[in-house]
């Protein structure tokens, strides 16, 4: 059918007004660099515990330090020292 003469064809629809500018947001691609460089202190990090676990399991092996003390005391006290003097 056509449209009937005189009849007012509807408004066109105004386009909705442009949305304010926001800010960008950060890429989305991860942050190689970043994880790398913690990666690899977190290794360095491994590393240092790694060892310090094996020295201190290297020093339970050992006597305690006041036996070792006890011992020199002994010795100092029954051997007099040959650099000193005793005759004056």
């Keep these: ?3 009937a003469e005189g009849a ?3 408004p066109p629809t105004a386009a ?4 304010p500018p926001r800010p960008k947001s950060p890429p989305g691609y991860p ?3 970043g994880r790398r460089r ?5 290794q360095v990090l491994d ?3 790694a060892s310090l ?7 339970e092996g050992l006597e305690s330090v006041s036996s070792c003390c006890q ?7 029954t051997n007099p020292d040959p650099f000193i003097h005793t005759q004056n």
């Design 1 to 3: 059918m056509a449209a």
């Design 71 to 77: 011992e020199v005391n002994e010795f100092v006290g």
């Design 47 to 49: 590393r240092e515990i």
């Design 31 to 33: 942050d190689l660099c």
């Design 53 to 59: 676990e094996a020295d201190l399991q290297s020093l």
């Design 8 to 10: 007012v064809a509807p």
């Design 38 to 42: 913690l990666g690899a202190a977190v």
């Design 16 to 19: 909705p007004p442009p949305s």
